[in-house]
């Protein structure tokens, strides 16, 4: 066989087995058909999706408005009268003990305090106060701006005070006529009421101290963050204690209204 007529013979040879290899086209329903359960499938998983799409975000506002819900809890006194008071206001320094306690800095330098968070340490230092007999405390307040809110605070509880001078030696010296024995010791100030704490602290015995941005919290047992500077302030959070203290320990005494603590103090007659 000549070359030639070789080479034809196997290139149509070649032709008819492609064509025997190629598949058969599907008929046009069949493609229709499978198209359309594609289709569906997908819609399927589309409508799955969007369920937990749906899910999730309602599981986030859940988590987002809860909190934000809960956090709306009641303070002891409504937030405005906290501000009013100026317990928030604290000092242009910032000690390393109460910096925790400060929220931001004013366009003045003076500190602020995160009122919520006093309110928090204002109910534990009324939980704290509650453990201790109105004889077993005293109270100490040398600065001019807290002796209303102390004399009110004391004839409420029962609790025994001292406002211009701390008698040095009280709580320390057997030997003295005015000799106090007591377990626990509220300040106003930890600077101003140094002697009083110093005995405390000599001693042994607990301390409650209001405390503002510029003080150092050694050797105080609990702390109560705010303003110590302004009669108002001082003036809500002996109220705030009073009033809780009388509660707490069920005393039959009567609690004077909030003004009598907070309005009123300049035209008070010094103590002798």
């Known amino acids: 066989m000549p070359r030639k007529k070789a080479e034809k013979t196997e290139e149509k040879t070649e032709e008819k087995k492609e064509e025997t290899e190629k598949p058969v086209a ?9 198209k ?3 289709l569906a499938k997908l819609l399927e998983k589309a409508k799955a999706l969007e369920k937990t799409v749906e899910e999730a975000k309602e599981v986030d506002l859940k988590k987002k408005v809860k909190p934000e819900e809960e956090e709306k809890k009641e303070t002891l006194v409504p937030m405005e009268d906290y501000l009013k008071s100026s317990i928030h206001l604290g000092t242009r320094v910032i000690t390393p003990d109460m910096r925790k306690y400060v929220y931001r800095r004013r366009a003045d330098g003076l500190a602020v305090f995160n009122t919520s968070l006093l309110d928090d340490k204002i109910r534990e230092g009324s939980d704290y106060l509650a453990k201790f007999a109105p004889e077993e405390i005293i109270v100490v307040c040398k600065r001019e701006a807290g002796w209303k809110a102390i004399q009110k605070f004391a004839e409420a509880t029962g609790i025994k005070s001292f406002t211009k001078k701390y008698p040095s030696g009280i709580l320390t010296n ?9 377990e626990l010791v509220i300040i106003v100030d930890p600077w101003l009421d140094k002697n009083a704490l110093d005995d405390a602290n000599r001693i042994g015995i607990n301390v409650l101290s209001v405390c503002d941005t510029n003080n150092f919290t050694s050797g ?8 110590n500077k302004s009669a108002k302030s001082i003036g809500m959070i002996f109220y705030l204690l009073a009033k809780h203290y009388i509660e707490a320990r069920k005393l039959n005494s009567p609690l004077p209204v909030i003004q009598d603590f907070v309005d009123g103090w300049d035209t008070l007659v010094p103590p002798k």
């Open 26 to 34: 599907a008929p046009e329903s069949q493609l229709v058909g499978e």
């Open 36 to 38: 359309k359960a594609k």
């Open 174 to 182: 057997t030997n003295l006529e005015n000799f106090t024995e007591a």
């Open 220 to 227: 105080i047992n609990q702390v109560i963050p705010g303003n």
